[in-house]
């Protein structure tokens, strides 16, 4: 979150900032709320200094045995007023913190202004997007011709938006998140496995709540959330705790499920692996020092890069506008793949430099030289496996329906190079 100080004597840069994001941010609010928490501590320090004051009046009239009745009187009245005071207290700053986590993080400058994602700034492509001598055909349909992707059969057990994935597709789907840990491992990432379920914290830690609570599975009768992305697991193992600066940076790397309700995005992507209520990703998370936060956010999407490189999969890179970028993110970089069937770039890893906003919410400091400052976080997705998949399936494609698998994950499929009803 936005340091509160920050935002009270900087009001009109934040409102300016939030005028750049998609939604409306009620910045007034803090400053309302903040006011009256300021009101009710001068009254209540006032009351109480008043308080001893006649307190030891009353001392000195029992001591002279006179009577001290009115003043003992008066001071219940105060003490009955301070009672009020301190209770309205703990409500306005319940409400206070609630509106701050509320304000999402001011975009870098050098973030391109707009309202969506028309205004997002193409930095490169890598890679010539595939020409076929025949019609492609779209990752669902080969799914379903290899009997790889079976969504019917999922949607029975389950429903909508869910995908079982049988032979060599669960192979596949396995094969390439192997190769992303390990290619991220040899890149000095520490790997993690973390649990599926987090608490409410630790989604407020990380920005999902309170503005995201409707995309989130919340796990009835319980404080627990299915993780939406591995960052929120991952990201919170250093809640609360000030690490020494001389071993930053820390670089972390998470394979995990991902649960989504996708609320408010009914119709798209309906068909496929873009757009699932349960998918799998790998995940990047690094905490450093300040200074350092941009120079690791050219190297944490180069990371992500890679896989795509290693996999021959083109792609571009895209820095997203003010009115496109996540609620917590300073600055993203959008790593986008080609999709043949789609005949379009197609999102497929997200890589963003948080700066201080989710160590403040998690109180995530480091220690340099005896003083302490919150660290910078940052993430991203290194890849979406299911995406990933896709991306295989459609660009690797042959005339007569089989898929080639790229080179790099031959060695994780057991040898094997070719997706078919043959084999």
Same mark, same amino acid.
């Given at each position: 979150?936005?340091?509160?100080?920050?935002?009270?004597?900087?009001?009109?840069?934040?409102?300016?900032?939030?005028?750049?994001?998609?939604?409306?941010?009620?910045?007034?609010?803090?400053?309302?709320?903040?006011?009256?928490?300021?009101?009710?501590?001068? *009254?209540?320090?006032?009351?109480?200094? *008043?308080?001893?004051?006649?307190?030891?009046?009353?001392?000195?009239?029992?001591?002279?045995?006179?009577?001290?009745?009115?003043?003992?009187?008066?001071?219940?009245?105060? !003490?009955?007023?301070?009672?009020?005071?301190? /209770?309205?207290?703990?409500?306005?700053?319940?409400?206070?913190?609630?509106?701050?986590?509320?304000?999402?993080?001011?975009?870098?400058?050098?973030?391109?202004?707009?309202?969506?994602?028309?205004?997002?700034? *193409?930095?490169?492509?890598?890679?010539?997007?595939?020409?076929?001598?025949?019609?492609?055909?779209?990752?669902?349909?080969?799914?379903?011709?290899?009997?790889?992707?079976? $969504?019917?059969?999922?949607?029975?057990?389950?429903?909508?938006?869910?995908?079982?994935?049988?032979?060599?597709?669960?192979?596949?789907?396995?094969?390439?998140?192997?190769?992303?840990?390990?290619?991220?491992?040899?890149?000095?990432?520490? /790997?993690?496995?973390?649990?599926?379920?987090?608490?409410?914290?630790?989604?407020?830690?990380?920005?999902?709540?309170?503005?995201?609570?409707?995309?989130?599975?919340?796990?009835?009768?319980?404080?627990?959330?299915?993780?939406?992305?591995?960052?929120? $697991?991952?990201?919170?193992?250093?809640?609360?705790?000030?690490?020494?600066?001389?071993?930053?940076?820390?670089?972390?790397?998470?394979?995990?499920?991902?649960?989504?309700? /996708?609320?408010?995005?009914?119709?798209?992507?309906?068909?496929?692996?873009?757009?699932?209520?349960?998918?799998?990703?790998?995940?990047?998370?690094?905490?450093?020092?300040?200074?350092?936060?941009?120079?690791?956010?050219?190297?944490?999407?180069? /990371?992500?890069?890679?896989?795509?490189?290693?996999?021959?999969?083109?792609?571009?890179?895209?820095?997203?506008?003010?009115?496109?970028?996540?609620?917590?993110?300073?600055?993203?970089?959008?790593?986008?793949?080609?999709? $043949?069937?789609?005949?379009?770039?197609?999102?497929?890893?997200?890589?963003?430099?948080?700066?201080?906003?989710?160590?403040?919410?998690? !109180?995530?400091?480091?220690?340099?030289?005896?003083?302490?400052?919150?660290?910078?976080?940052?993430?991203?997705?290194?890849?979406?496996?299911?995406?990933?998949?896709?991306?295989?399936?459609?660009?690797?494609?042959?005339?007569?329906?089989?898929?080639?698998?790229?080179?790099?994950?031959?060695?994780?499929?057991?040898?094997?190079?070719?997706?078919?009803?043959?084999?």
């Amino acid at each position: 979150m936005l340091d509160l100080k920050f935002i009270t004597e900087n009001a009109d840069l934040v409102k300016k900032a939030m005028a750049t994001r998609s939604g409306t941010y009620d910045v007034d609010k803090v400053l309302t709320l903040n006011a009256r928490r300021k009101e009710i501590l001068g *009254e209540v320090e006032k009351m109480k200094a *008043e308080r001893n004051r006649v307190s030891d009046e009353i001392a000195v009239l029992r001591k002279n045995k006179q009577s001290a009745d009115d003043k003992i009187a008066a001071m219940k009245a105060d !003490n009955e007023r301070i009672k009020q005071l301190d /209770e309205e207290l703990s409500v306005v700053e319940a409400d206070l913190r609630l509106a701050q986590m509320s304000i999402p993080n001011i975009p870098h400058k050098s973030v391109p202004v707009g309202p969506d994602d028309t205004a997002n700034m *193409e930095v490169r492509r890598v890679g010539e997007p595939a020409k076929f001598d025949f019609t492609p055909q779209a990752h669902w349909d080969i799914g379903a011709k290899q009997g790889i992707l079976d $969504p019917v059969t999922a949607a029975k057990i389950t429903g909508a938006r869910f995908t079982i994935y049988r032979g060599l597709g669960a192979r596949l789907e396995r094969a390439i998140g192997n190769f992303m840990l390990d290619t991220h491992i040899e890149s000095g990432y520490t /790997e993690v496995f973390p649990p599926f379920m987090v608490n409410r914290d630790s989604m407020y830690g990380t920005g999902q709540l309170p503005k995201f609570e409707e995309d989130a599975f919340a796990v009835k009768n319980t404080n627990y959330f299915l993780v939406p992305t591995a960052e929120v $697991p991952v990201t919170n193992m250093h809640r609360g705790e000030v690490l020494d600066a001389k071993t930053l940076p820390y670089y972390y790397c998470a394979y995990t499920a991902c649960f989504r309700a /996708e609320a408010g995005s009914a119709g798209r992507d309906t068909r496929g692996l873009i757009r699932q209520h349960q998918f799998n990703k790998v995940e990047l998370v690094k905490f450093c020092l300040p200074e350092h936060s941009y120079d690791e956010l050219e190297n944490l999407t180069n /990371e992500a890069e890679l896989i795509l490189k290693k996999l021959g999969l083109p792609y571009r890179v895209v820095c997203l506008s003010t009115g496109d970028m996540g609620f917590s993110s300073a600055k993203t970089y959008d790593l986008e793949v080609w999709m $043949p069937s789609y005949n379009r770039y197609v999102e497929i890893s997200s890589c963003s430099n948080f700066e201080d906003y989710q160590a403040r919410r998690m !109180n995530i400091k480091y220690k340099k030289d005896g003083k302490t400052g919150f660290v910078h976080t940052l993430n991203g997705s290194g890849l979406a496996v299911g995406r990933t998949t896709a991306a295989i399936l459609e660009n690797y494609q042959n005339a007569d329906g089989s898929v080639t698998v790229p080179d790099a994950l031959v060695p994780y499929m057991g040898g094997i190079r070719k997706i078919s009803l043959d084999k």
